[in-house]
T-cell receptor, first 112, second 116 residues
Framework: KAGVTQTPRYLIKTRGQQVTLSCSPISGHRSVSWYQQTPGQGLQFLFEYFSETQRNKGNFPGRFSGRQFSNSRSEMNVSTLELGDSALYLC???????????FGPGTRLTVT | DQQVKQNSPSLSVQEGRISILNCDYTNSMFDYFLWYKKYPAEGPTFLISISSIKDKNEDGRFTVFLNKSAKHLSLHIVPSQPGDSAVYFCAASQTYSGAGSYQLTFGKGTKLSVIP
């Protein structure tokens, strides 16, 4: 099976802009989670989607949002970008009722 | 408030010897624990996991031990190989009842260097 894919791999944006990141889960996986990785905070949970519904949300401001489509593909959006949003954004998918999550390669976002 | 802690940012081990990576947690609601390995410019790769009802799980060269009373788990790699050099993340999960959602809480990682 193909793994989790994320596009784009690298992105440079300016403060105040918005950005959309895309994730395609492993075939058959209906749960998609998003994480932010920064050197200071490590990997932090953003939100999780299952069957087009957000099931769980981490402690991030409302500028961070996401959605999931009927084919389980997911997007996350960050509006009004801040310098502190520079990070590696990781998407992970998992089959139903399974704890293990399988990660994509991430999107490296740099905000200048 | 860091619920999962990896107190050693780095560890160096000779090839062929045992690598022991440690992890402590504070949330007693965690019921499943996982280890991930991460190479630069790649996403974390799932390595091994353990349920809170067990105290040991083994998979080839990798063994995870769980001490619930101490809220401590460790990953043993025997024998260590140069290809094991990576950042290792400990993660913990709890079930959000009714939602069926499993959220992973990660430690900040330990960089393992295996010296040939």
């Amino acid at each position: 099976k193909a793994g989790v894919t994320q596009t784009p791999r690298y992105l440079i944006k300016t403060r105040g802009q918005q950005v959309t990141l895309s994730c395609s889960p492993i075939s058959g996986h209906r749960s998609v989670s998003w994480y932010q990785q920064t050197p200071g905070q490590g990997l932090q949970f953003l939100f999780e989607y299952f069957s087009e519904t957000q099931r769980n949300k981490g402690n991030f401001p409302g500028r961070f949002s996401g959605r999931q489509f009927s084919n389980s593909r997911s997007e996350m959006n960050v509006s009004t970008l801040e310098l502190g949003d520079s990070a590696l954004y990781l998407c992970a998918s998992s089959p139903p009722q399974v704890y293990e999550q399988y990660f994509g390669p991430g999107t490296r976002l740099t905000v200048t | 408030d860091q619920q999962v802690k990896q107190n050693s940012p780095s560890l160096s081990v000779q090839e062929g010897r045992i690598s022991i990576l440690n992890c402590d947690y504070t949330n007693s609601m965690f019921d499943y624990f996982l280890w991930y390995k991460k190479y630069p410019a790649e996403g974390p790769t799932f390595l091994i996991s353990i349920s809170s009802i067990k105290d040991k799980n083994e998979d080839g060269r990798f063994t995870v031990f769980l001490n619930k009373s101490a809220k401590h788990l460790s990953l043993h790699i025997v024998p260590s190989q140069p290809g094991d050099s990576a950042v290792y993340f400990c993660a913990a999960s709890q079930t959000y009842s009714g939602a069926g959602s499993y959220q992973l809480t990660f430690g900040k990682g330990t960089k393992l260097s295996v010296i040939p």
